[in-house]
């Protein structure tokens, strides 16, 4: 397994991921300080809670794209490059499946690891008065990861299956858009088909704007604790669907 996931790296090596992961979290940080430079000092003191709402919502249009784009990059050496055939001759299919899953969980545990130096060091460059929760900062990372991670495996598939890598863009395309709507959509069922409506349905903050004032306040919302248990299941459950598909791939 260890030869294995080694081999993984080294074809990731000359694939530009990194610097793709360097750049999306660049964008992230150039927004956050456009953001928070055209915000009221006084609205500042609650810097935390605007960070992950806004991250939140900055991830949800950013990160199905370039999920899409992770996948693709694991995935078209073997699909493009007609090389599946043969390293499944040399290790088991199901494990290649799994190590380019593992690989990309890596790549979007350094992305959310990423924004969690943005937001500390916003609050140091800022200043925010009221003190870190640990507990909202472990849900923030629990919503963006989780939900990540089962849409990288819904690209990972469908970039094994699909040969023209166009398609599976495509559906990040899609994914973005449908993310962003999502935020709109009241609570319920609706949010909860859509593995990219995860992000607003697993936030736990909420904002209140005064139009008069043009104020913003930030409320704690309680943690969604059904969705992401149902996310989980979802998770496993396209997981083994997922890996079942590969399997019976015809190479």
């Given at each position: 397994?260890?030869?294995?996931w080694?081999?993984?790296?080294?074809?990731?090596?000359?694939?530009?991921?990194?610097?793709?992961?360097?750049?999306?979290?660049?964008?992230?940080?150039?927004?956050?300080?456009?953001?928070?430079?055209?915000?009221?000092?006084?609205?500042?003191?609650?810097?935390?809670?605007?960070?992950?709402?806004?991250?939140?919502?900055?991830?949800?249009i950013?990160?199905?794209v370039?999920?899409?784009?992770?996948?693709?990059?694991?995935?078209?050496?073997?699909?493009?490059?007609?090389?599946?055939?043969?390293?499944?001759?040399?290790?088991?299919?199901?494990?290649?499946?799994?190590?380019?899953?593992?690989?990309?969980?890596?790549?979007?545990?350094?992305?959310?690891?990423?924004?969690?130096?943005?937001?500390?060091?916003?609050?140091?460059?800022?200043?925010?008065?009221?003190?870190?929760?640990?507990?909202?900062?472990?849900?923030?990372?629990?919503?963006?990861?989780?939900?990540?991670?089962?849409?990288?495996?819904?690209?990972?598939?469908?970039?094994?299956?699909?040969?023209?890598?166009?398609?599976?863009?495509?559906?990040g395309?899609?994914?973005?858009?449908?993310?962003?709507?999502?935020?709109?959509?009241?609570?319920?069922?609706?949010?909860?088909?859509?593995?990219?409506?995860?992000?607003?349905e697993?936030?736990f903050?909420?904002?209140?704007?005064?139009?008069?004032?043009?104020?913003?306040?930030?409320?704690?919302?309680?943690?969604?604790?059904?969705?992401?248990?149902?996310?989980?299941?979802?998770?496993?459950?396209?997981?083994?669907?997922?890996?079942?598909?590969?399997?019976?791939?015809?190479?």
């Open positions: 397994m260890v030869r294995e080694k081999t993984e790296w080294m074809k990731t090596k000359y694939r530009g991921i990194g610097w793709m992961i360097l750049a999306f979290s660049g964008l992230v940080l150039l927004w956050s300080l456009w953001a928070y430079g055209s915000t009221p000092s006084e609205q500042l003191e609650d810097g935390f809670r605007m960070s992950y709402l806004q991250l939140a919502l900055m991830d949800t950013l990160m199905p370039m999920i899409a784009m992770l996948a693709s990059r694991l995935c078209d050496a073997e699909v493009k490059g007609g090389t599946l055939k043969l390293l499944c001759t040399m290790e088991k299919k199901g494990r290649l499946f799994d190590l380019k899953l593992l690989t990309g969980a890596v790549y979007l545990a350094v992305y959310v690891a990423l924004q969690v130096g943005i937001i500390f060091l916003q609050a140091g460059r800022l200043d925010f008065t009221r003190p870190l929760q640990t507990v909202q900062l472990f849900c923030f990372i629990v919503q963006v990861y989780v939900v990540s991670l089962a849409i990288l495996l819904l690209q990972v598939v469908l970039s094994f299956f699909f040969e023209n890598q166009i398609l599976p863009l495509a559906a395309l899609f994914g973005s858009f449908v993310g962003l709507f999502s935020w709109f959509f009241a609570d319920g069922p609706v949010k909860k088909l859509f593995l990219w409506g995860y992000y607003s697993l936030c903050i909420i904002n209140d704007w005064n139009q008069d004032t043009g104020a913003v306040t930030y409320y704690d919302a309680p943690f969604d604790w059904f969705s992401l248990c149902l996310l989980l299941v979802i998770l496993a459950a396209g997981y083994a669907a997922g890996k079942k598909l590969f399997l019976r791939k015809e190479i």
